[in-house]
């Protein structure tokens, strides 16, 4: 552990213009993508941004493994994970809120417009039929969908899946506190495998989404929410697995130790915040919403 009681300055780098440059290049391709252009452009600034994470982050590595990280670094960087996971808080709480609000709030405006502007429709949650299918009936542009998705088979696997690799990266933590890192990459690569089962059952339930139960992004309200919600916790759980990865890799090299483990400690952090959001999509968009 580094004693240097002065606050450790790095050298200057170019990396924080690269990092915007990059995320200025996917903003850009991202919505010439939605306009029905190329991908080129987006897949370009991704590429910039892998190339700088890698960069910045195997520098700050070194420079821990080198010593050079005191104390009060250290806890700027407790301080930045937990900014971070705030801020991701926040992003889910305004999704879930707009739930609520389309359930709860927006629901009585419906019923009390639909004698004037769509006659015969009767607001219901889930929504199959939407107010332009009882303006248009089966002509209508934007139709509900058929079928939803049942909580008691996918999503009930996926929230076990979930739950139990909150258990075992805690394991893994556990584990590394007592020094038997055997134990802690044992636990870790278990972590990493139900990770990946839970996106691959996502992805199994994507399709029989789309190509059985007629519920897609197009499928009215309902469907805008679920796959919103459930959507971008996929990417947050994709985005958690590459970081329990890569610690994974660190671990292999004789990284961390009981007392100097921060990488592992932040991205099982994530994982733990990414677990507690899904056992909220579980009850309120699985369960309460069927």
């Not at 960069?55 to 104390?71: C, H, K, P, Q, Y």
């Not at 058929?146 to 996918?154: C, G, M, N, R, T």
């Not at 190509?211 to 469907?223: A, F, K, P, Q």
């Amino acid at each position: 552990m580094a004693t240097n009681s002065v606050y450790y300055v790095p050298e200057q780098s170019k990396l924080p213009l690269m990092m915007a440059f990059g995320l200025g290049v996917s903003a850009v391709g991202a919505a010439s993508w939605i306009g029905g252009g190329s991908a080129m452009i987006f897949s370009a600034g991704m590429l910039i941004l892998a190339f700088t994470f890698y960069t910045w982050f195997s520098t700050v590595i070194r420079e821990n493994m080198a010593g050079l990280n005191n104390d009060q670094l250290k806890r700027s960087y407790v301080w930045g994970i937990s900014w971070f996971i705030f801020s991701e808080v926040m992003f889910f709480a305004v999704f879930f809120g707009s739930l609520f609000y389309v359930r709860m709030v927006s629901s009585s405006h419906l019923d009390a417009s639909a004698d004037l502007l769509w006659n015969g429709f009767e607001f219901s949650w889930p929504l199959f039929n939407t107010p332009d299918m009882a303006v248009s009936g089966d002509a209508a542009q934007f139709k509900g969908p058929e079928q939803i998705i049942d909580p008691w088979h996918l999503p009930l696997i996926n929230t076990i899946l979930l739950l139990t690799s909150s258990v075992t990266v805690h394991f893994a933590h556990t584990a590394l506190k007592r020094n038997n890192r055997k134990g802690f990459n044992s636990w870790l690569a278990v972590t990493i495998v139900l990770a990946v089962a839970f996106l691959f059952f996502q992805v199994e339930e994507y399709a029989e989404a789309y190509n059985e139960l007629g519920l897609t992004l197009e499928s009215g309200i309902y469907g805008t929410t679920f796959f919103m919600l459930t959507g971008f916790h996929g990417a947050h759980v994709t985005l958690g697995t590459f970081m329990l990865l890569v610690q994974l890799l660190r671990g292999l090299k004789g990284h961390f130790s009981h007392d100097d483990a921060f990488g592992f400690e932040a991205s099982s952090w994530y994982w733990h915040f990414v677990d507690v959001v899904w056992a909220g999509l579980f009850i309120f968009v699985y369960v309460l919403g069927s």
